[in-house]
Nanobody, 116 residues
C-alpha cells in the first residue's frame, strides 16, 4: 500500500521561502503523476500543483510563478519549492496522486504558517 510522508513545513514570514518534501513508498514512484494539495482552516482541500513522471508541471493560478514542483525518482520524493510566501498560503500541505486520479490514503500533511 502506498504511504506518503510530508515534511518541511514551519512558521515563516511573508516573502520567505520554504521547501516541502514528500516521501513515497509502497509502489513504483516513477510511474505516477504526483500532486500537491493544501487545506486552510475552515476550507476544503484544494489542488496546488501537479508534476508528471517526465517532469512536466502545472499549477493553480494562486501559486503560479511562486511555487515550483519537482521530483527525484531515485529518492522516491516529490518537492514543492515555495517562494514569496503570503499569509493566504497558510495551510496544511499534502501530497498525493495528481488530480483526476484516484487518490491514495492521505498522509498527515505538513503545516505551513505564514505570519509576521
Amino acid at each position: 500500500q502506498v504511504q506518503l510522508v510530508e515534511s518541511g513545513g514551519g512558521l515563516v514570514q511573508p516573502g520567505d521561502s520554504l521547501t516541502l518534501s514528500c516521501a513515497f513508498s509502497g509502489g513504483i514512484f516513477a510511474n505516477y503523476a504526483m500532486g500537491w494539495y493544501r487545506q486552510a482552516p475552515g476550507k476544503q482541500r484544494e489542488w496546488v500543483a501537479s508534476i508528471w513522471p517526465g517532469g512536466n508541471t502545472n499549477y493553480a493560478d494562486s501559486v503560479k510563478g511562486r511555487f515550483t514542483a519537482s521530483r527525484d525518482n531515485a529518492k522516491n520524493t516529490v518537492y514543492l519549492q515555495m517562494n514569496s510566501l503570503k499569509p493566504e498560503d497558510t495551510a496544511v500541505y499534502y501530497c498525493n496522486r495528481a488530480r483526476d486520479f484516484t487518490t491514495w490514503p492521505w498522509g498527515q500533511g505538513t503545516q505551513v504558517t505564514v505570519s509576521s
